[in-house]
Each structure stands twice: as structure tokens, then as C-alpha cells.
């Protein structure tokens, strides 16, 4: 900062101007979840605009967020094998195989509560949120269960426990997982 240096000298001394105003606002950077949340509901909303007919937002439901989901399938990178696969159940397959690469169950279930926050943060209510219905849920434990499967990786639900922890770190009770409602 430079002592001495008057109010009066510098770019402050001039009037605001429209291009000050846009500076202002691309100094202010929107984090890399803001940006991203942009991005995948304008892409959803790109998505309901080349269905035939297109739908608009206010008659979109589960069943069009399931066929959005089921379209991004295509895009994913993670190898899903098919249980006639002979790596099917392995976590690390020794070789190629022809089975289809998916969107993570991860990668769903994340893009889904980004969906679901930026469906309220443009004025749709929660009660009629698609993106929260329980076809959604279903659908992405569905997801998981098959994706732990093909890798043989199981994935228990965990059950909480009453009492006090062992303080083990494996301790199930230590991590309680947050409900998606």
C-alpha cells in the first residue's frame, strides 16, 4: 500500500462507469461449486429444451430427470461390467473387457444435490423439487448397488449403533450418514 498517496489520484477519482461495474463483478469469482451448479442446470435445462416436444421447468418431473440421468450414462468414464463379464465382481480387472463405461454413482448423487439446490435457488418449490422425489433416490441406490456389485465391492448399509463408540476409526457409529430428504 502506498503512504501518502491522495483519495483524489487514481482510477477511484473517476465516475463510475457500466465497465467499472462488470470489473467489479467478474472481481468477485463465484466458488468452484457455484460454477458448477451453473453449469449442470443449464445443462439440464439444454436438455429439456431438445426433448420432442421440449419441456418447459414447470412441467418437468422425476421421470425427466431420470431420462437426463440415463443420457449422461454415455459421457461416463467408469468401466460398469455386465455380470456375464468374466471380470464382473472384481475390483481390478486384469485385462480389457467390452462393457460399458457409466457415470459414477458418486458423480450422480453429487450432480443431483447441486440439481436439487439450484431448482429452489430459481424459485421452484421444495415440495415439487423433482430432483428430491423418491424415484430419484431409488434410482441412485440402485445405481450403487449395481456399480458395487460389477466391482465386488459391497457396500453395507451402516446401522447405528446405541451405546458409546469403541473409538475405533472403522466404528461404524462413528460415521453416521446424513439423510437425503
Known amino acids: 500500500m502506498e503512504r501518502g498517496k491522495d483519495l ?38 439444454q436438455f429439456l429444451k431438445n426433448q420432442r416436444p421440449p419441456v418447459p421447468l414447470s412441467h418437468c418431473n422425476s421421470n425427466h430427470v431420470l431420462d437426463f440421468l440415463r443420457y449422461l ?43 436439487r439446490a439450484a431448482y429452489e435457488e430459481n424459485g421452484g418449490s421444495p415440495e415439487n423439487n423433482p430432483f428430491a422425489s423418491g424415484a430419484i433416490r431409488i434410482y441412485l441406490r440402485e445405481v450403487k448397488e449395481c456399480q458395487a456389485k460389477a466391482r465386488g465391492i459391497p457396500y453395507k448399509k451402516k446401522k447405528k449403533k446405541t451405546g458409546s463408540s469403541s473409538g475405533r476409526p472403522d466404528d461404524e457409529s462413528s460415521s453416521a450418514s446424513m439423510p437425503f430428504s
Open 8 to 45: 483524489s489520484e487514481g482510477p477511484s477519482s473517476r465516475s463510475p462507469t457500466i465497465g467499472d461495474a462488470s470489473a467489479a463483478a467478474a472481481a468477485i469469482t463465484p466458488s468452484r461449486y457455484e460454477s458448477q451448479k451453473r453449469r449442470d442446470w443449464n445443462t439440464f435445462g
Open 73 to 115: 450414462d454415455q459421457f461416463g468414464k467408469t468401466k460398469v461390467h455386465l455380470q456375464g463379464c468374466i471380470f464382473f465382481g472384481q475390483p481390478e480387472p486384469p485385462a480389457p473387457c467390452a462393457c460399458p463405461l457409466r457415470q459414477a454413482w458418486g458423480s450422480l448423487d453429487a450432480l443431483i444435490g447441486r440439481l
